[in-house]
């Protein structure tokens, strides 16, 4: 019986592999790009006041224009462009996806990226083309024009800064894709928060670009919040295929409260970025290693002297989990570090030492 329901499937699916989440219990968590600060109980205690006059035996509001204003006032852009709103940024991915879903159609992006461009493509059956970075993870912006020539690409995906190597690409190159794409361009910006640079302010003047940003860097990863920011027409026919009441009303909720005390996000920003700093130039002078400078909230690092995955399994050992990513294509003997407290980014270090050692 239930081999006869597998073959109701597509046949795709026995290709795909499960998103992996490993368990973190009892460990220090280094491997998902979380902010590793809570709140004050002072703004806590407000925030349970606020959620607990939420009507749970009511949908929520299907199209939350009070919260997107409140986004536009933070973040921009303040022009004419629209918002659409998701449950975390892979929802926004996957809507983006099923809409240029059809015959002939095509995404790219580039490699090493963000995995769940081409896995969503995969699982939608949409096909993805990916060129490579160059050995310094810059954007080859010849071979992602003659890509762009070759297959017509209805969606481009590039992370800025990109993940999981954590720099900011030449400006003029993604322009130069900007303005000889013939389809949509999307510029996520998950690690904006962290970065020193943002394209918030050229939407207006590309009406191809789509800007796609999360609240989970900030320090609210459990509310599954995103967002998409683009031309108001465009956003307005995304919105036809966006699920009814896909934001929760403890997520738009959270969400205001957070927007309501964004100052307290940014000085944590700040002190992410302070730490990144500290915990780089830590890496700097550990032999064996090589850290590549960051715009994000991680640090990749490629392991010269040992075996990536070995220095990872002795990592685990001693509770640290951090983010083997050696595995992955351009990204051979590299492993991926979230920028912890002080005291996580330090026993990280002394365990790394410690397994360079073994």
């Given at each position: 019986?239930?081999?006869?329901?597998?073959?109701?499937?597509?046949?795709?699916?026995?290709?795909?592999?499960?998103?992996?989440?490993?368990?973190?219990?009892?460990?220090?968590?280094?491997?998902?790009?979380?902010?590793?600060?809570?709140?004050?109980?002072?703004?806590?205690?407000?925030?349970?006041?606020?959620?607990s006059h939420a009507q749970i035996n009511r949908?929520?509001?299907?199209?939350?224009?009070?919260?997107?204003?409140?986004?536009?006032?933070?973040?921009g852009p303040r022009d004419s462009c629209d918002m659409l709103l998701g449950n975390g940024s892979d929802e926004l991915i996957q809507l983006l996806v099923l809409a240029i879903a059809k015959p002939g159609a095509c995404i790219l992006t580039v490699s090493p990226s963000f995995s769940m461009y081409q896995m969503i493509a995969e699982m939608i059956g949409v096909e993805c083309h990916v060129v490579a970075l160059d050995e310094n993870y810059q954007l080859d912006?010849?071979?992602?024009?003659?890509?762009?020539?070759?297959?017509?690409?209805?969606?481009?995906?590039?992370?800025?800064?990109?993940?999981?190597?954590?720099?900011?690409?030449d400006r003029g190159d993604i322009?130069?894709?900007?303005?000889?794409?013939?389809?949509?361009?999307?510029?996520?910006?998950?690690?904006?928060?962290?970065a020193a640079d943002s394209f918030t302010d050229d939407l207006a003047k590309n009406n191809n670009m789509l800007l796609l940003r999360t609240a989970s860097k900030l320090g609210l990863a459990a509310i599954r919040f995103g967002w998409l920011a683009g031309d108001a027409a465009l956003i307005?026919?995304?919105?036809?295929?966006?699920?009814?009441?896909?934001?929760?009303?403890?997520?738009q909720l959270t969400m205001e409260f957070a927007l309501d005390n964004y100052a307290m996000f940014a000085e944590q920003a700040d002190t992410i970025r302070s730490l990144r700093g500290s915990l780089f130039g830590?890496?700097?002078?550990?032999?064996?290693?090589?850290?590549?400078?960051?715009?994000?909230?991680?640090?990749?690092?490629?392991v010269l002297t040992h075996d990536a995955s070995i220095v990872f399994?002795?990592?685990?050992?001693?509770?640290?989990?951090?983010?083997?990513?050696?595995?992955?294509?351009?990204?051979?003997?590299?492993?991926?570090?979230?920028?912890?407290?002080k005291e996580e980014n330090k026993i990280f270090c002394d365990a790394l030492i410690n397994a360079l050692s073994s």
């Open positions: 019986m239930a081999n006869d329901m597998l073959s109701r499937l597509r046949p795709e699916l026995t290709k795909l592999q499960t998103y992996a989440v490993p368990d973190a219990t009892g460990l220090v968590k280094l491997d998902a790009m979380e902010n590793p600060f809570t709140w004050p109980v002072a703004m806590r205690t407000k925030w349970l006041d606020r959620i949908y929520p509001e299907p199209n939350p224009e009070h919260l997107k204003q409140k986004l536009k006032d933070q973040f912006a010849t071979a992602m024009l003659a890509a762009i020539n070759k297959y017509d690409p209805a969606l481009i995906f590039l992370a800025y800064p990109n993940n999981p190597t954590g720099n900011l690409w322009q130069t894709i900007l303005d000889s794409s013939q389809g949509m361009v999307v510029i996520d910006e998950a690690y904006g928060p962290f307005s026919e995304l919105n036809k295929i966006r699920l009814p009441y896909n934001i929760n009303q403890l997520t830590q890496l700097s002078a550990i032999e064996g290693i090589k850290p590549f400078a960051s715009e994000a909230n991680f640090i990749l690092i490629k399994d002795h990592l685990l050992k001693q509770k640290v989990l951090i983010k083997n990513v050696s595995k992955q294509t351009g990204l051979a003997q590299c492993l991926r570090i979230t920028v912890g407290s």
